[in-house]
């Protein structure tokens, strides 16, 4: 089993990125780790650039998100984490696969056509052969699963696509005329339910860093005052808290709050409210406060420590860097040989 994930570097990383993304590559690496399976994970970098963006941004979240994934478990010895930039095999396979990859698949990726909106005329060509490079990234390791959320299974199938044209048409024969394939089709698969992280101050907008109000959020770099302080003051409702889930309906911000309550204590919601139902938000929102304190600050304090660390990130850059060139040189060399490339 080898497993290939990506996210785009960003920077404030806060609650929801913790919940919703970083969480799910710990919890895998542990899992695909206990199978004696390899765990890739890559900062997007590459296709950063496909949206407008400020370069010096984009290199000081790199190296944040880098700081983040460690302080929140992610193990540059067990798991291979890298940047795609010092990989440039993933660019050299992407362009290998613009050649087997059709317009009128890209034409019809929903991303890009959400993305690019009404002006496709001035969207980049990175946007639009995005998944060209994501089909890549995961087909050079000869990826055999990929985690993917909802709006990521149409280019995984795309991966597919591109995998299973790219064996009919160039695929070496063995000494039995029978083909070698050379890429793995990459199976999805479907992460658990991430949870979805609402606002402090609105139940009904995620909790995201461009939230004016620093108050909706709690930042990975909050110490413990903060957050106690963040958590007192989150927008709720007169009402007592519900015994059961269903009491939750119509109330988003309450829901919010029992919902980080629950995956803070890796216990269900129910669980939640029947230890509080009937408490009011002056008894639960202390507690919550406590368990969000106790599970954050040892996060934080790596995280503070290692972001400043610029010579230790660059060198767990590097040396994941170096991991993924070595897995991903031997699926480049076949790819060049069957298109009959000379090299
Ligand atoms: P933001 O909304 O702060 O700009 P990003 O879009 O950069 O966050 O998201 C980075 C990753 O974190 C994505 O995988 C996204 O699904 C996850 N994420 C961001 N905000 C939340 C949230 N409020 N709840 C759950 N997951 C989130």
Redesign the pocket.
Same mark, same amino acid.
């Given at each position: 089993m080898r497993i290939v994930s990506g996210?785009?570097p960003?920077g &404030?990383l806060?609650l %929801? &990125?913790y919940? %919703? *993304?970083i969480r799910n590559w710990v919890s895998m690496q542990d899992e695909v780790a206990a199978q004696g399976g390899d765990s890739l994970y890559f900062l997007a970098d590459l296709h950063a650039i496909s949206m407008p963006h400020d370069p010096a941004t984009l290199s000081a979240n790199t190296r944040e998100m880098v700081a983040a994934l460690v302080a929140c478990g992610v193990d540059p010895d067990r798991s291979i984490l890298f940047n795609q930039t010092q990989v440039p095999q993933h660019a050299e396979l992407q362009w290998l696969l613009n050649g087997t990859a059709r317009m009128g698949w890209l034409n019809r990726m929903t991303q890009w056509k959400d993305k690019a909106g009404k002006n496709r005329e001035g969207a980049s060509v990175a946007l639009f052969t995005y998944p060209v490079l994501q089909a890549a990234d995961v087909l050079l390791y000869q990826a055999t699963h990929v985690p993917v %959320?909802e709006d990521q299974k149409q280019h995984l199938e795309l991966a597919r696509d591109i995998a299973q044209k790219f064996n009919n048409d160039f695929a070496p024969k063995d000494e039995n005329g029978e083909d070698v394939p050379v890429f793995t089709l990459p199976a999805p698969i479907i992460p658990p339910e *991430? *949870?979805?992280? #609402?606002s402090l101050r609105d139940g009904s907008s @995620? #909790?995201? @860093?461009?939230d004016p109000s620093d108050m909706a959020r709690i930042n990975l770099t909050d110490d413990a005052d903060t957050i106690m302080q963040k958590v007192k003051k989150a927008k709720t409702d007169p009402e007592p808290l519900p015994s059961e889930k269903e009491g939750l309906e119509g109330r988003a911000e309450a829901r919010n709050l029992v919902g980080i309550y629950a995956v803070m204590a890796g216990t269900t919601m129910e669980a939640v409210l029947s230890d509080f139902g009937g408490e009011g938000f002056g008894k639960f929102k202390p507690a919550l406060g406590e368990l969000l304190v106790e599970k954050l600050a040892p996060i934080n304090a790596r995280f503070v420590e290692l972001r400043s660390d610029r010579g230790a990130l660059d060198a767990i850059l590097r040396k994941g860097s170096e991991k993924a060139r070595a897995l991903a040189v031997p699926t480049l060399d076949k790819a060049y040989e069957a298109l009959g490339l000379v090299r």
């Amino acid at each position: 089993m080898r497993i290939v994930s990506g996210i785009q570097p960003t920077g &404030n990383l806060h609650l %929801g &990125n913790y919940l %919703g *993304a970083i969480r799910n590559w710990v919890s895998m690496q542990d899992e695909v780790a206990a199978q004696g399976g390899d765990s890739l994970y890559f900062l997007a970098d590459l296709h950063a650039i496909s949206m407008p963006h400020d370069p010096a941004t984009l290199s000081a979240n790199t190296r944040e998100m880098v700081a983040a994934l460690v302080a929140c478990g992610v193990d540059p010895d067990r798991s291979i984490l890298f940047n795609q930039t010092q990989v440039p095999q993933h660019a050299e396979l992407q362009w290998l696969l613009n050649g087997t990859a059709r317009m009128g698949w890209l034409n019809r990726m929903t991303q890009w056509k959400d993305k690019a909106g009404k002006n496709r005329e001035g969207a980049s060509v990175a946007l639009f052969t995005y998944p060209v490079l994501q089909a890549a990234d995961v087909l050079l390791y000869q990826a055999t699963h990929v985690p993917v %959320g909802e709006d990521q299974k149409q280019h995984l199938e795309l991966a597919r696509d591109i995998a299973q044209k790219f064996n009919n048409d160039f695929a070496p024969k063995d000494e039995n005329g029978e083909d070698v394939p050379v890429f793995t089709l990459p199976a999805p698969i479907i992460p658990p339910e *991430a *949870a979805r992280i #609402m606002s402090l101050r609105d139940g009904s907008s @995620k #909790m995201s @860093k461009s939230d004016p109000s620093d108050m909706a959020r709690i930042n990975l770099t909050d110490d413990a005052d903060t957050i106690m302080q963040k958590v007192k003051k989150a927008k709720t409702d007169p009402e007592p808290l519900p015994s059961e889930k269903e009491g939750l309906e119509g109330r988003a911000e309450a829901r919010n709050l029992v919902g980080i309550y629950a995956v803070m204590a890796g216990t269900t919601m129910e669980a939640v409210l029947s230890d509080f139902g009937g408490e009011g938000f002056g008894k639960f929102k202390p507690a919550l406060g406590e368990l969000l304190v106790e599970k954050l600050a040892p996060i934080n304090a790596r995280f503070v420590e290692l972001r400043s660390d610029r010579g230790a990130l660059d060198a767990i850059l590097r040396k994941g860097s170096e991991k993924a060139r070595a897995l991903a040189v031997p699926t480049l060399d076949k790819a060049y040989e069957a298109l009959g490339l000379v090299r």
